[in-house]
Each structure stands twice: as structure tokens, then as C-alpha cells.
């Protein structure tokens, strides 16, 4: 079945630090791969999605890319802010899966301090 | 444009009660999923409504777990009878069109479920 891994946290970094997250998958065929964030106390909101090998995602200053040779798909920014602390979701959908249901990651929880 | 909405947004109630909770997507969203996630764990899929129907319910724990979507608007989530290990937060997400794996979910805030 599809699966997904990424680095546990929490994290913790400095402001204007460098971030990455790692995540891996596992998937029949050709997923979509979706970064989710949440911030304190809120919902997930989609943060970036790459549908094709190769595709780069991007927004907010962050960053995937769509690996398959690896089946990654790391998030990254250059610089983060104290505005970025939540929790960071990697994701898929199959369309091999009969419903397009999103396979998650646990979750990175991310702290940046001033 | 409002956002997906869930209710209520906390939930504690007595092992062996019935607890209902409520959806309501996105308007003009066909594509209606609920989630979960369990301390500790990833969040999980129940199931996925194309309108009123349910296009798959793979995810559903067990028969004490009925969810509805009648007219194909709000949906509900009913628990019956809770169980401890029922307790966590409940994610409700809409999606339009006529559904593919490239599609944007969008999410409610959720339900926080906590079982006694």
C-alpha cells in the first residue's frame, strides 16, 4: 500500500536558519505529493503540491521538489521566521487508490525561536 | 468565500455514548473526506462522498461508526457507541469538481474527541 515518511521532530531552529524536512514515499503508479501546514490552532492548509516528476512546488518561500529516481519529496526554506513555527504534514494521493483519500506522514513539528 | 467547517470544535463525552459530529464543506464542493488522527499517529482517512454517495468507505474502523451525507451538502459523523480508543481530532476536507488525485483538499479546522 502507500505510505509516507518523514523526519520526526520537533525541530527547533533559529530564526533565518536553514530548513529542511525530508520525506520519502511509497506508491503504485505516479502520486501527487502535497506538503500540509498547521499552524496553532488551526486546520491543515496546503503549503505546496507537485503532481509530476520533476514538478517544484512552491509558496510562502518554501520549496519540494518532485524526486522519483528517490521517491522524496524534502521541504525546504532558506530563511524561516518565527511565523513558520507549526506542524508540517507530507502527503499523497494515489490514482490507483479508487478515491483519491490522502496518505500522510506523522508530522513535523517545527519551533523557531528569535 | 467561507471555508470548511466543523462542529463542535471539542468533544468529551462518556465511553458508551453516541457523539455526532458535523461538516459542512466548501459550497459547490462535491467531494466530501473525513480523517483522523490518533495521539501520535498520522492522520488517517474514514472516507470519501461524491455528493450523497459514498465512493469509499475503506477507512472506517467499524460498524459503530455511521457517517451521512444527505442531500450532498453536510455531512455527519456519528460515533455509537464510543470507545476510548475513539478519542482524537477529527479532520473534515471538500474538494470540487469531479475529483482526481492532483486535487487540492481543503480542511476544517477539526473536532477534538475525547473519550472518558
Known amino acids: 500500500g502507500n505510505s509516507v515518511t518523514q523526519m520526526e521532530g520537533p525541530v527547533t531552529l533559529s530564526e533565518e536558519a536553514f530548513l529542511t524536512i525530508n520525506c520519502t514515499y511509497t506508491?503504485?503508479?505516479?502520486?501527487?505529493l502535497f506538503w500540509y501546514v498547521q499552524y496553532p490552532g488551526e486546520g491543515l492548509q496546503l503549503l505546496l503540491k507537485?503532481?509530476?516528476?520533476?514538478d517544484k512546488g512552491s509558496n510562502k518561500g518554501f520549496e519540494a521538489t518532485y524526486r522519483k529516481e528517490t521517491t522524496s519529496f524534502h521541504l525546504e526554506k532558506g530563511s524561516v521566521q518565527v511565523s513558520d513555527s507549526a506542524v508540517y504534514f507530507c502527503?499523497?494521493?494515489?490514482?490507483?487508490?479508487?478515491?483519491?483519500?490522502?496518505?500522510f506522514g506523522k508530522g513535523t513539528k517545527l519551533s523557531v525561536i528569535p | 468565500e467561507a471555508g470548511v467547517t466543523q462542529f463542535p470544535s471539542h468533544s468529551v463525552i462518556e465511553k458508551g455514548q453516541t457523539v455526532t459530529l458535523r461538516c459542512d464543506p466548501i459550497?459547490?464542493?462535491?467531494?466530501l473526506y473525513w480523517y483522523r488522527r490518533v495521539m501520535g499517529k498520522e492522520i488517517k482517512f474514514l472516507l470519501h462522498?461524491?455528493?450523497?454517495?459514498?465512493?469509499?468507505e475503506s477507512g472506517m474502523p467499524n460498524n459503530r461508526f455511521l457517517a451521512e451525507r444527505t442531500g450532498g451538502t453536510y455531512s455527519t459523523l456519528k460515533v455509537q457507541p464510543a470507545e476510548l480508543e475513539d478519542s482524537g481530532v477529527y479532520f473534515c476536507?471538500?474538494?470540487?469538481?469531479?475529483?482526481?488525485?492532483?486535487?487540492?483538499?481543503?480542511f476544517g479546522p477539526g473536532t477534538r474527541l475525547t473519550v472518558l
Open positions: 476536507a471538500s474538494s470540487p469538481g469531479q475529483g482526481a488525485s492532483t486535487d487540492t483538499q481543503y
Open positions: 506508491a503504485t503508479g505516479y502520486p501527487s
Open positions: 507537485a503532481t509530476k516528476a520533476d
Open positions: 502527503a499523497l494521493t494515489s490514482p490507483y487508490a479508487g478515491s483519491y483519500q490522502l496518505t
Open positions: 459550497s459547490g464542493h462535491d467531494n
Open positions: 462522498f461524491v455528493k450523497e454517495s459514498k465512493q469509499d
